[in-house]
């Protein structure tokens, strides 16, 4: 790679997807720095098991909830330590496309934070959703990732050294964690939108996902946050999880949005 990128994941019992995601990310980034959150399944040995991670774990975890501004900005400090060129984040379940080692060949470098579609694949990991409806909560869902107002992420940054990076450490929950999510909410301009690769995101098909607990987590989040109860945050996500029995619409992946194994 003509440019020094480092990756930075926060963990929490990601051994059913980590292994693939680190496998991928390894190919074009000269470190992986990891940041868990007292995992107690297979994460930590995994992880150690890639000479290219870097591990940290938090001392103490806070019943269930994620503290996305402090525990980001730890992760962002790790980070630092490498003097990379560029940092990409990302959640365990998030893997980039291999059109990747092509964008950073050709990267404008005059760019300083990068938006990228998220790919949700749903029932497999071979099929992607995209149809659009109202919840019976009233939430517009789109799935479609090549619409208008798509779901997208903020994960690529172009490191400033000596700039003073900042999160808000005391923000916890879904929807509170800054207009650039996830990286740090004061990246200088100019912002851009790539398509020259995109990200996909295995977190439909997650056990956690599927069984129900990750919404139960996401109504916990809420609740602590202010949002409203935990009984109607959890309707809420559950009718906007895409697992209410309504009609989908699937279509296949392309295989070129695939590292070969």
């Known amino acids: 790679m003509k440019h020094n990128v480092v990756a930075g994941i926060r963990t929490k019992n990601e051994d059913w997807i980590i292994q693939k995601t680190l496998g991928c990310l390894q190919r074009f980034c000269s470190k992986i720095v990891i940041y868990d959150d007292q995992s107690d399944d297979g994460t930590e040995e995994i992880c150690r098991s890639f000479d290219s991670v870097e591990w940290h774990q938090s001392d103490v975890r806070k019943q269930t909830l994620w503290n996305q501004g402090r525990q980001s900005a730890d992760l962002f400090g790790f980070i630092e330590h490498h003097n990379p060129d560029y940092i990409l984040l990302l959640d365990a379940d998030e893997i980039p496309t291999p059109s990747i080692l092509d964008f950073f060949d050709h990267v404008d470098q005059n760019v300083n934070l990068w938006k990228v579609r998220m790919v949700n694949l749903f029932d497999d990991d071979k099929h ?134």
């Open 128 to 261: 992607y959703r995209t149809d659009k409806y109202v919840s019976e909560t009233g939430a517009n869902i789109n799935w479609d990732p090549f619409s208008a107002n798509a779901w997208c992420k903020y994960p690529l940054l172009k490191y400033t050294p000596n700039l003073d990076y900042t999160y808000e450490p005391t923000r916890i929950g879904l929807g509170s964690v800054g207009p650039y999510h996830p990286s740090p909410n004061n990246v200088p301009t100019p912002h851009d939108m790539t398509d020259d690769f995109y990200i996909m995101h295995y977190g439909k098909i997650s056990p956690s996902f599927t069984s129900g607990e990750k919404q139960k987590f996401y109504a916990e989040c809420d609740a602590a946050s202010g949002k409203g109860s935990y009984e109607e945050r959890l309707r809420h996500h559950m009718c906007c999880s895409g697992l209410g029995g309504e009609e989908k619409t699937l279509v296949k992946c392309k295989e070129e949005w695939f590292w070969d194994d």
